[in-house]
């Protein structure tokens, strides 16, 4: 027989199944209004203005799930959300903080930034840094031509250029530039095959995982739907909605919001 959840005897101590209108021990009645009690899921998260952040595993898994009941929360390898064993985590890396009821990440100043999972079609501009598979690309400009001559009227033997409105750098660790892809039709792709710039042993990337193209003169990084996401650096702060996911170092987290 379960126990009672909701009811303990008065008189003899005894817990009194559910359902039941008299103690099985001492045969005292139960009092009528805990008769029809209903049990009430006790938290703090029942709040709609608080939210929480989930560590996704390696797996695809939900791993801790961190509360965010305070007005501020620092990430890094100190504060109310620690990865000590990150190295690509900054001791005051992030904050997420509460600013009319919604949910905000700020960068705090880390080296290696902190990134926002887009959706479909975001503009970007030159200087941004987006991540995608293992792989970390920033968009420059097309460099100013330099192709004159020397004082003395001789010009400098080279391969032959083409027009292009923008380039891809690989950024490695340490900040050193990769591979470099210039547009020459005014789009890039990237994948694991079959794009401009492929990395088959990156298990992360799908096999056309992103793109950035050049349009009316601005430039769009899209994400096609890649099993992974694609994420681009925040550059001061950014509002987070439920299902959002953040890289923050190592760590990818989903941001859960009670809803209304």
């Known amino acids: ?122 503009e970007i501009a030159p200087g941004d840094t987006f991540l995608a598979g293992e792989q970390v690309f920033r968009l420059d400009p097309t460099p100013k031509a330099s192709d004159g001559a020397d004082p003395d009227g001789t010009f400098f033997y080279s391969s032959p250029k083409h027009p292009s409105p923008f380039r891809l750098n690989q950024v490695l660790e340490g900040g050193a530039v990769g591979m470099t892809a210039c547009a020459r039709s005014g789009a890039l792709t990237i994948g694991r095959e079959g794009c401009d710039l492929n990395f088959p042993g990156d298990l992360y990337l799908s096999s056309t995982h992103c793109g950035v193209e050049e349009r009316e003169g601005k430039f769009l990084l899209t994400d096609y739907d890649s099993k992974n996401g694609t994420y681009i650096r925040i550059k001061a702060e950014k509002p987070l909605s439920h299902g959002d996911y953040v890289f923050i170092g190592r760590r990818l987290l989903r941001v859960e919001v009670n809803s209304n």
Do not use: W
Not at 49 to 55: C, G, N, T, V
Not at 79 to 104: I, M, T, W
């Open 1 to 122: 027989m379960d126990q009672a959840k909701y009811y303990v005897c008065s008189s003899c101590m005894t817990p009194v199944p559910s359902g039941h209108k008299f103690c099985g021990r001492c045969g005292a009645a139960v009092p009528e209004n805990m008769l029809h009690l209903h049990a009430r899921f006790y938290s703090d998260m029942q709040d709609p203005s608080k939210a929480r952040l989930i560590l996704v595993r390696g797996d695809g898994m939900d791993g801790l799930s961190y509360h965010l009941k305070a007005d501020q929360h620092l990430v890094g390898r100190q504060g109310q959300v620690e990865f000590p064993d990150d190295p690509f985590v900054s001791p005051k890396h992030a904050n997420f903080f509460y600013r009319d009821g919604r949910l905000v990440v700020r960068d705090e100043g880390s080296l290696n930034g902190v990134y926002f999972r887009i959706r479909g079609t975001v």
